[in-house]
């Protein structure tokens, strides 16, 4: 009902008959739930198990704090949804993967933000973080459900000491204070934003581990490891975005210190999130970045025969290689499309050094992209195309090392950073690929050359009484006229059609014989009946072709 009101009053406050008509669904919503809770409570009768108590009383209370933030009671909701953000927490590590998604998004989407605003009225710190907050306002006296939780984990109400954050495990992880962006270090204004670096430094090892103890996994399953890191990429986007807005509606300027920080750590958030992008199409695309197309077939264990013999490996078609090189192109235009947009973050534009970082690293990507456009048209036998493709690419190739890296790009999970040595390996792969080209399309020359001789020599060899459907533009060759001395040759002519047989074939019926023996014994003339004998007609059409 919100979602739709804001929809179609835009900007406009819920008032009136809109916000009673909220505040008395909410409650009567509440009072079914807590009847729910009520019942589940009775285990024997209700047949419920514990986490389905826990649900529904997480259920309840959220719906209890939405009340309160109709009611604009801040404090109240924050206690309400303190206790529901606990309850789901501890359900979210239950171990079910779907309803921990579920849960998740519940806490991201409708709880967090309603505690973080709820928060935002009681004039809390930007930089206390939900935990804290959660911490603070959860109700741990004469509420069984809480005391429950800390009894199972002491932890669960400890925010822990300043610049740490529980993980999901129980433990603790750095949260960061300062982001650093080029030349600049700034204040993490927004705990919401830390909080989700430190998730994707978490992450971002955890990636690194992953990549290194399986370098033998598929292309897809490497770049499905990368979700774990984008996800709280996206989370600090977004964050750095709603910090930002709400500065904005507050009436900040933008020369202000705070909106200035929250513009670093946006670009360098988006930046990051970019990075991860690009590095998950670069593993998607397979080794080199997809500079080299190798076989499919020869990555994969073929099956051993009923009899026991190995089984040949099928050579991949070229309508699969195709495929796979379309998906590649389209790979390459996402990640260009990623490089375009990160030059209208804020900053980008000023900083000519990194513009320039970044033309190249489009250009490197730009010829990768020609690579594989140009390796379709050579399994298509286009070699003129393939060439002029191929010199394309060599052109964009980027031949001056991008930015200082590291060398080994195995020790790190590729990101948008490309090496000297890759661009030095497409270099050489282009140069070999036009030289390549370049001798097969010399060689199609002189092939179509030879080929149209010969016709010309074919052609010239018949006189011209037998060319005389051709009109020749350099004039006739009036010394080959006709074929002497002549040869003996078989001419057309018309046929014509003699049926000789007719009068001899017997067909089903007609017993001629039997006749002839019948009239000459009556005398010529006369048939069986008496009557005058009429003449057949003689050959198949009635001619009259006698014997």
């Not at 690194?208 to 490891?225: R, V």
């Not at 080959?480 to 059609?497: A, D, R």
Request: aromatic share 6%; charged share 25%; net charge positive.
């Amino acid at each position: 009902m919100k979602s739709t009101h804001s929809a179609d009053s835009g900007t406009k406050a819920i008032t009136g008959s809109t916000r009673q008509h909220i505040k008395s669904r909410l409650q009567k919503a509440s009072t079914h739930a807590q009847r729910l809770v009520e019942l589940l409570k009775d285990r024997a009768g209700s047949g419920g198990t514990h986490d389905d108590l826990f649900e529904a009383r997480a259920y309840f209370v959220s719906l209890r704090g939405a009340v309160e933030f109709e009611k604009r009671s801040w404090q109240r909701c924050l206690q309400e949804y303190s206790e529901s953000r606990l309850l789901y927490t501890a359900l979210a590590k239950s171990g079910n993967a779907k309803r921990n998604d579920v849960f998740r998004d519940l806490l991201s989407t409708t709880i967090d933000p309603s505690i973080r605003y709820a928060a935002y009225q009681l004039k809390l710190p930007r930089t206390t973080t939900i935990d804290n907050i959660v911490a603070r306002y959860a109700p741990r006296e004469k509420n069984e459900y809480v005391q429950e939780i800390i009894k199972a984990d002491p932890d669960a109400l400890n925010a822990g000491r300043p610049g740490q954050k529980r993980s999901s495990v129980g433990g603790a992880q750095n949260i960061p204070r300062t982001i650093r962006w080029r030349s600049r270090e700034v204040n993490l204004e927004d705990a919401s934003t830390a909080q989700a670096l430190a998730a994707v430094s978490a992450a971002e090892a955890k990636l690194s581990s992953f990549l290194s103890s399986n370098p033998d996994l598929d292309s897809e399953a490497k770049a499905a490891a990368y979700d774990d890191v984008l996800i709280p990429s996206q989370d600090a986007v977004d964050s750095t975005k709603t910090a930002l807005d709400e500065l904005s509606n507050e009436g900040v300027s933008p020369g202000d210190p705070r909106m200035q920080a929250l513009q670093i750590t946006r670009t360098a958030v988006n930046y990051a999130l970019v990075g991860w992008r690009v590095g998950r199409n670069r593993v998607l695309c397979g080794s080199q970045d997809g500079a080299t197309l190798e076989e499919e077939s020869s990555r994969k264990t073929p099956r051993p025969r009923k009899d026991g013999k190995i089984r040949k490996a099928q050579e991949e078609g070229t309508g699969r290689k195709l495929t796979r090189l379309r998906e590649r192109v389209v790979l390459y235009d996402a990640t260009l499309q990623s490089l375009d947009s990160v030059k209208g973050l804020p900053g980008v534009a000023a900083d000519q050094t990194f513009v320039q970082e970044l033309d190249t690293e489009r250009k490197y990507f730009s010829a990768l992209r020609c690579l594989a456009i140009a390796r379709s048209h050579a399994l298509l036998s286009n070699t003129k195309n393939a060439l002029a493709l191929f010199a394309r690419a060599l052109e964009q190739c980027p031949q001056l090392p991008i930015s200082t890296v590291p060398e080994d790009p195995a020790s790190t999970p590729p990101k948008l950073e490309v090496t000297p040595t890759q661009t030095s390996f497409l270099y050489t792969l282009l140069e070999s690929n036009v030289h390549r080209h370049r001798a097969l399309v010399e060689l199609h020359g002189i092939h179509d050359e030879m080929v149209k001789a010969a016709e010309a020599k074919s052609k010239t060899a018949l006189p011209m009484i037998e060319r005389l459907d051709e009109y020749p533009t350099n004039g006739a060759d009036l010394s080959h006229l006709v074929t002497y001395p002549p040869m003996i040759q078989p001419i057309p002519v018309k046929p014509l059609f003699y049926d000789f047989a007719s009068n001899y074939i017997e067909y089903p019926g007609r017993g001629r014989e039997r006749d002839e023996r019948k009239a000459d014994a009556r005398g010529p003339g006369v048939d069986g009946k008496g009557e005058p004998k009429q003449e057949a007609k003689k050959g198949w059409f009635g001619f009259g072709f006698g014997r």
